[in-house]
């Protein structure tokens, strides 16, 4: 069984950065590939961005490409997302996730229905 657990997150001025964590457990991460979602308060939960298992390409929503930066070091099992240019439109409550992809450099960034495993989520509130 495979854990997620993110961290990062924070209240932060618009403007301002963060870079959110996302630490595996349970299993070698190097398997699986690894999105990020986001959910505001009475909305649903979208896809913001992705990286594949093998860690070449990172995928993301076109409303934050620009902004934010996803990386993976698998010898760590944790996935990381960068944020720049923070925006109160950012505000959600930021989840990571996983499902088995090995060796292949795609991932979903969009469609939740891949993933398997999902974290508890990690608030990120943008206000000044």
């Known amino acids: 069984q495979l854990q997620l657990v993110e961290s990062g997150g924070g209240l932060v001025q618009p403007g301002g950065s963060l870079k959110l964590s996302c630490v595996v457990s349970g299993f070698t991460a190097k398997f699986y590939a690894i999105g990020w979602f986001r959910q505001a308060p009475g909305k649903e939960r979208e896809g913001v961005s992705c990286i594949s298992s093998v860690g070449i390409s990172g995928y993301y929503a076109d409303s934050v490409k620009g902004r934010f930066a996803i990386s993976r070091d698998n010898a760590k099992n944790t996935v990381h997302l960068q944020i720049l240019s923070l925006k109160p439109d950012d505000t959600a409550v930021y989840y990571c996730?996983?499902?088995?992809?090995?060796?292949?450099?795609?991932?979903?960034?969009?469609?939740?229905?891949?993933?398997?495993?999902w974290g508890q989520g990690t608030q990120v509130t943008v206000s000044s």
């Open positions: 996730a996983a499902y088995w992809k090995p060796y292949l450099d795609v991932c979903e960034v969009v469609s939740l229905a891949p993933y398997e495993y």
